[in-house]
């Protein structure tokens, strides 16, 4: 049926050239409905911006859920893998454990089965999305040993590659496939290398078997089953498009209980494409959204100012910068792998740890139409660099003495205790991820720049931002777009009933406005919003 990525063009296929053209077309037409349908993360009217929760419990994410989250417009969450895993002894308990599958059976150290049931009930019944991290890729390392030393307790045996609660046993495996001496991949230039043998040994599962991607769809039908609107799929520039496409034509459609009739569940796949290697991130378009990390490392150089670059050219920020068209991308400022130097973007990457800049990117993103907005919620850990190299980026969460994770605790000031960070609670971030809800829908307006590093622009009559990241002040009159009145600067403060507890914005009966910002503010930008005036 010539729908695999080698086909080329619909008219060499050869469908119109025979009886049966209808149907092919009809059924051409279904997949490409569905693979659109894929792109949807069916977040609730009004919410738009996802927030990943990493390595949180799930009791701890249901509590969000009601009490922060829905309440402040957020969209979705993103948890950590869900499925048994690998433990490995105190005090390591690193957080790439929950990577390391060694079965499906819903037991991490997140917690049980019945608390991610409970978890994902709860968030739908206030409208917030649950996407869950799918590790279907591999199983545990081909070093991970035997025994019963897994989240749920289970058998299993990294040696004789066998995992009895699937079953997988060492027939499942692309051991014969690879072609290199270490069973590893070795050459990142060659695509069979990247999607046939291990990454960094990880035992790689042969999802061409039509058994394996049965047991792969059991495993996220049970979770579609059970609410989640849909899928972050681990290190999918190491399996083949077709082979993930074969595996998403088996899922469910989503719980009707929660979504329409008839809904896909939302895949984003990740594909770490910043140009230079032959698998490429438009190969999975058609299945789903992908990561940008071209976004994530970008922007860290922007905001930075290295390499002579400047706000002011992000004019054209999107596809003018050479990203994946919009309606294929999710884009984040940092990721769990990038803000610890894994992954993609290097040093550029802007975290918690810059937290000025940090929330400077997150508000440009957040307030730019571009992708689907994905946004970091992370813990601290011990940082220790050598050479430039943290030698403690590979600890856990907050944990017990007996390694069970701590849960969040919320502080009076509602930021999150115990070593959390909670981003996501950021008075500057939780109200961006408003504006975003205000604003959706609405193009990009009214820009301005001093061709250096302050700029502003509107989202049509909607909001309008203003972002001062040169070393001297801004004090500039400028046209926002937007009705006149008293707006309250949803940065410095918010609105509170009838007044500000941050800056004032006078916005005239021409749409034009006084904006001063020191670059020596704590947060040196302004941002206002059509729910924000008085």
Excluded at 9 to 32: D, E, Q, R, S, W
């Amino acid at each position: 049926m010539c729908i695999n990525t080698n086909c080329g063009a619909a008219g060499k296929c050869g469908f119109l050239a025979h009886p049966g053209k209808n149907m092919k077309l009809f059924i051409l037409v279904a997949l490409f409905g569905l693979s659109l349908a894929q792109h949807n993360p069916h977040t609730k009217h009004g919410r738009t911006a996802i927030v990943h929760l990493f390595e949180w419990r799930w009791a701890d994410i249901a509590a969000e859920c009601e009490r922060f989250l829905a309440p402040n417009g957020y969209g979705g969450v993103q948890i950590s893998p869900p499925n048994e895993h690998i433990v490995l002894d105190s005090p390591w308990r690193p957080w790439w454990q929950r990577y390391q599958p060694t079965g499906y059976n819903l037991c991490s150290r997140s917690g049980s089965e019945n608390e991610l049931r409970d978890m994902i009930t709860r968030c739908n019944n206030v409208g917030v999305n649950i996407y869950v991290d799918a590790v279907i890729n591999h199983m545990c390392g081909a070093g991970g040993g035997e025994g019963t030393h897994n989240s749920c307790g289970n058998w299993f045996s990294a040696n004789k590659e066998e995992f009895p609660t699937v079953p997988y046993t060492h027939w499942d495996f692309n051991d014969n496939k690879c072609r290199t001496g270490s069973g590893n991949i070795e050459n990142y230039g060659d695509p069979n290398q990247v999607r046939d043998c291990r990454l960094v040994g990880l035992l790689d599962l042969a999802l061409e078997k039509d058994y394996v991607r049965g047991k792969v769809a059991n495993f996220m039908n049970k979770l579609i089953d059970m609410g989640v609107a849909g899928f972050r799929v681990d290190a999918c520039k190491h399996m083949w498009p077709g082979d993930l496409s074969a595996v998403y034509g088996r899922l469910h459609n989503l719980n009707t209980k929660w979504f329409p009739g008839g809904s896909r569940p939302f895949i984003f796949q990740e594909v770490i494409d910043l140009g230079g290697e032959p698998i490429t991130s438009k190969e999975y378009f058609h299945l789903g959204r992908v990561t940008e990390f071209k976004h994530s490392a970008k922007l860290g150089t922007v905001i930075r100012k290295w390499n002579g670059e400047k706000l002011s050219y992000t004019k054209n920020w999107g596809e003018g910068w050479g990203f994946m068209p919009n309606g294929n991308a999710v884009v984040f400022v940092d990721n769990h792998d990038n803000q610890r130097g894994h992954g993609a973007g290097g040093a550029s990457i802007v975290t918690f740890w810059d937290a000025r800049l940090h929330k400077m990117a997150v508000a440009y993103m957040l307030a730019h139409p571009y992708g689907v907005t994905r946004v970091m919620s992370s813990y601290r850990w011990n940082r220790h660099i050598v050479n430039g190299k943290d030698q403690n980026d590979w600890m856990g969460p907050p944990s017990h003495g007996d390694g069970s994770t701590k849960s969040v605790p919320i502080n009076p000031d509602q930021t999150c205790g115990d070593g959390w960070v909670c981003e996501h609670r950021w008075r500057q971030i939780k109200n961006m991820a408003i504006f975003r809800n205000v604003v959706n829908g609405q193009p990009q307006s009214n820009w301005w720049d001093n061709q250096s590093n302050q700029i502003a622009f509107g989202r049509g009559n909607r909001g309008f931002i203003v972002f001062n990241n040169d070393d001297w002040n801004l004090d500039v009159t400028l046209n926002t777009g937007m009705p006149g009145g008293t707006y309250c600067d949803v940065i410095s403060g918010q609105k509170e009933g009838s007044r500000c507890t941050g800056k004032q914005i006078n916005v005239g009966g021409d749409g034009r406005a006084h904006f001063k910002i020191s670059n020596s503010d704590e947060d040196p930008f302004v941002a206002i919003h059509a729910d924000s005036k008085l």
